[in-house]
Nanobody
Framework: QVQLVESGGGLVQAGESLRLSCAAS????????MGWYRQAPGKQRELVAT????????NYAGSVKGRFTISRDNAKNTLYLQMNNLKPGDTGVYYC????????????WGQGTQVTVSS
């Protein structure tokens, strides 16, 4: 099992910054990817940024490229999402995700943290 706990959300004005954190515990060495997703009211959950845990590629949604940065601190088992120049369209609940790929694919999710950007 993997446990993911997000923190760092809040209410900010457009143009400001926030950093989200995701504390991971459990069998995190089994994860193939980790990342962030978000869900705006009335919309489906969408990918924000992910990376492969074997040191491979990082993937960003086009709408956040150049503004958001995903990173991790292996010593602290913590995943981060630095969000700069926030826009009202970034408003939503942000979820930390860990995924095991392959035949026994499984997704782990945190409880989510609310980000609200006012104009």
């Amino acid at each position: 099992q993997v446990q993911l706990v997000e923190s760092g959300g809040g209410l900010v004005q457009a143009g400001e910054s926030l950093r989200l954190s995701c504390a991971a515990s459990g069998s995190i060495s089994r994860l193939d990817t980790m990342g962030w997703y978000r869900q705006a009211p009335g919309k489906q959950r969408e990918l924000v940024a992910t990376f492969t845990t074997n040191g491979g590629s990082i993937n960003y949604a086009g709408s956040v490229k150049g503004r958001f940065t995903i990173s991790r601190d292996n010593a602290k088992n913590t995943l981060y999402l630095q969000m700069n120049n926030l826009k009202p369209g970034d408003t939503g609940v942000y979820y930390c995700n860990g995924q095991i790929r392959g035949y026994f694919r499984k997704d782990y999710w945190g409880q989510g943290t609310q980000v609200t950007v006012s104009s």
